[in-house]
């Protein structure tokens, strides 16, 4: 084979292979490695006591430090943290009503963004009641619940993440955390 075969063949396999449609990659997202779901029992004096995940700090709750009761749940290697806030019920606390009235204004304030809103009521082992809400949407704030004994104790947590990234890309995250919180209502129980 001459030079000149050899130089016209290379040029029929390359304009040749530059057919077809070209389709964009869909932009990419990081990697996340989840932990396993190991849990411990919540250590400390509180009116509260649960299974914990080993993969988050306990860490006292800044917004309002005249609560002693309030603590988060961050899970700081995803930028999460769930806000545990309890509430004494009865003659020294607040009223039930007022109570399930405010925590549930604070889900419905989410309407604005949220595409949806799914809550379940449900009984825990204990027998307690509870209400879980899963919020879908940009919203802040992707899984809300409370459990009550309905006369002394109530507790509410919201979990919360402290970037702006769209909530598909955080999905793996928000259902890691929802079985970490649902593992948690299902072994509260309420003490004092």
Request: a negative charge.
């Amino acid at each position: 084979m001459s030079f000149k075969n050899i130089y016209w063949i290379t040029i029929l396999l390359l304009v040749s292979s530059c057919g077809g449609d070209y389709l964009p990659r869909p932009t990419g997202y990081n990697r996340i490695d989840l932990p396993t779901h190991d849990f411990e029992v919540l250590e400390g004096k509180y009116p509260y006591r649960f299974d914990s995940p080993i993969a988050v700090e306990v860490e006292q709750d800044s917004f309002n430090l005249n609560q002693k009761d309030w603590i988060n749940l961050n899970y700081q290697k995803f930028g999460a943290k769930v806000h545990l806030t309890y509430l004494p019920l009865g003659s020294k606390g607040s009223d039930v009503k007022m109570v399930l009235n405010d925590a549930i204004n604070l889900t419905a304030k989410h309407q604005i963004k949220a595409y949806g809103i799914e809550e379940s009521v449900f009984l825990t082992p204990k027998g307690y009641t509870g209400v879980v809400a899963e919020l879908s949407g940009e919203v802040p704030t992707q899984f809300q619940f409370f459990v009550t004994d309905s006369t002394n104790h109530f507790l509410r947590g919201a979990l919360y993440f402290d970037t702006a990234m769209k909530n598909d890309s955080l999905a793996p995250v928000i259902e890691h955390v929802k079985v970490d919180m649902m593992h948690l209502i299902n072994t509260l129980e309420f003490v004092k």
